[in-house]
């Protein structure tokens, strides 16, 4: 199994910045990819961003130029710097991790830009 821990949600206005991490621990030998996804209310999950072990990357185009994923192999850390925000951001984040073909989700953080 694998656990993953989602930090650095909050409160931001248009515009503003904010980082979010997710720590792995666990089973995490096996883990290829890591990512984020994003809820809205109201709306389906979706894609954010997604990175591979091999530091390979897929962005939204809602957020290309304006966040950028990396991750800590070392640490099994991902990050999400999030620039530029705007409303439209605003959703639950959620923290994505596959091994082989399982995939495992963090609790969700929320993101809140205000206009």
């Known amino acids: 199994q694998v656990q993953l821990v989602e930090s650095g949600g909050g409160l931001v206005q248009a515009g503003g910045s904010l980082r979010l991490s997710c720590a792995a621990s666990g089973s995490t030998a096996s883990i290829s990819a890591m990512g984020w996804y994003r809820q809205a209310s109201g709306k389906q999950r979706e894609l954010v961003a997604i990175i591979n072990s091999g530091g390979g990357t897929n962005y939204a185009e809602s957020v290309k130029g304006r966040f950028t994923i990396s991750r800590d192999n070392a640490k099994n850390t991902v990050y999400l710097q999030m620039n530029s925000l705007e409303p439209e951001d605003t959703a639950v984040y959620y923290c994505?991790?596959?091994?082989?073909?399982?995939?495992?989700w963090g609790q969700g953080t929320q993101v809140t830009v205000s206009s």
């Open positions: 994505y991790a596959r091994r082989v073909v399982f995939s495992h």
